[in-house]
């Protein structure tokens, strides 16, 4: 599998004057709502669907993939899921193997992290090919996260020295995007403001 390339876009946002309050709360909440969508996908493993072939073949029985159809991803480049299968059109495989070679290649689709469902099918082209069909769900791809640090060496400092005062809190705000371009490659965006000394 090719390993998945990262940009990242920092921008540090520290005001001369006092900390607006208002402003922060206001980012605050607005990325912990977007953070609390995000985590409201569905994350759990989607199950493997295979439907076996209408003929029963035997195993010295070869089958050529005449073609596979691919349909359901939105952003993802087709090359990039067809690079990352370990089958191809024109392969030939033993009939009685292929419930085991879709399932090998469901995991390395899944282990992508961009699919919420993968499903084979197959179809019987004639007796000696078969048309694999894949369909995806693809997942959302832009995942905001918040970062909130005090000043402050710890809690009990910033509570009991100075009055939990608000304008010495940092806010960090992040946005990764997981597959910018459709071929997996990350974009991180992130800023921080707050206390100045």
């Not at 390339?5 to 946002?13: D, E, F, M, V």
Request: include cysteine.
């Amino acid at each position: 599998m090719s390993g998945n390339r990262s940009l990242g876009i920092h921008a540090l946002y520290l005001p001369h004057s006092t900390f607006d309050v208002r402003h922060f709360l206001f980012s605050f909440i607005l990325f912990f709502c977007s953070a609390q969508l995000c985590i409201g996908q569905k994350s759990s493993e989607p199950q493997l669907t295979v439907l076996p072939e209408k003929e029963s073949v035997i195993c010295d029985q070869k089958k050529t993939i005449q073609r596979i159809n691919i349909s359901g991803n939105v952003r993802t480049k087709t090359t990039v899921i067809l690079r990352e299968m370990s089958i191809a059109e024109g392969d030939q495989l033993c009939a009685d193997s292929l419930e085991s070679i879709l399932h090998l290649n469901y995991q390395r689709l899944y282990n992508l992290n961009i699919f919420t469902d993968i499903k084979f099918t197959t179809d019987t082209g004639n007796a000696e090919s078969i048309v694999i069909n894949l369909a995806l769900k693809e997942q959302w791809f832009i995942i905001p996260q918040a970062d909130v640090q005090l000043a402050d060496r710890n809690v009990n400092v910033w509570w009991n020295e100075h009055n939990h005062d608000l304008s010495r809190i940092n806010l960090g705000i992040y946005l990764l995007h997981k597959n910018l371009s459709g071929r997996l490659d990350r974009l991180t965006l992130s800023t921080h403001f707050g206390y100045t000394q």
